[in-house]
């Protein structure tokens, strides 16, 4: 086996200094949204509007944010699953998973769509409603703890940058 030094002077240049494996964009943006939807879950396990139940589980790490990918993305007046599987990023099995297991919580409920009597779409429940106004509670202020991190200003570029860089 070579010598640490004998593999910097054979490896090509770009792996003599690999730290930008660590520190480069995508890297940074995953761990802030990790980070953002770890508070977020937190917040909303302490939220007084969230059933105790569903309150429990959060706390307990059981929801987990591919569970937010629904409150994220289904519609108010309901989802069809494969549309809301290709608006979270996800396959229609993981999202029917992850849709069965908040049926089961009581967040959302398959119903008939009423413009296909042969398809069946995902709708909030009564419950998931609460839960989604705890979402929008806790996005609101885990923004705010964000925005009292970096600065009003840096806030305001890296949220345009994100927003122009997305679209």
Same mark, same amino acid.
């Given at each position: 086996m070579p010598k640490n030094? /004998?593999? !910097?002077?054979?490896?090509?240049?770009?792996? =003599?200094d690999d730290r930008w494996r660590e520190t480069h964009l995508g890297r940074l943006l995953g761990h802030a949204m990790r %980070?953002? /939807?770890e508070r977020v879950l937190h917040l909303m396990a302490g939220n007084e509007? $969230?059933?105790? @139940?569903? @309150? !429990?589980?959060a706390a %307990? /790490? =059981?929801v987990s944010a591919a569970h937010v990918h629904i409150t994220r993305h289904l519609a108010l007046e +309901?989802? %069809?699953l494969t549309d809301l @599987?290709? #608006?979270a990023g996800m396959s229609k099995q993981a999202m029917g998973d992850l849709v069965d297991q908040c049926d089961a919580w009581g967040l959302v409920r %398959?119903? @008939? /769509?009423?413009l296909d009597a042969r398809a069946r779409r995902v $709708?909030?429940?009564? $419950? +998931?409603? #609460?839960w989604l106004q705890a979402f929008k509670d806790a996005v609101a202020q885990t923004e705010a703890e964000f925005r009292e991190a970096v600065g009003k200003d840096v806030a305001t570029v890296v949220a345009l940058g994100l927003e122009a860089y997305a679209h």
């Open positions: 030094t /004998d593999l !910097n002077r054979l490896s090509p240049p770009f792996l =003599q %980070r953002f /939807d509007g $969230v059933p105790l @139940a569903l @309150a !429990n589980l %307990r /790490d =059981q +309901g989802s %069809r @599987a290709r #608006a %398959r119903e @008939a /769509d009423p $709708v909030f429940t009564p $419950v +998931g409603l #609460a």
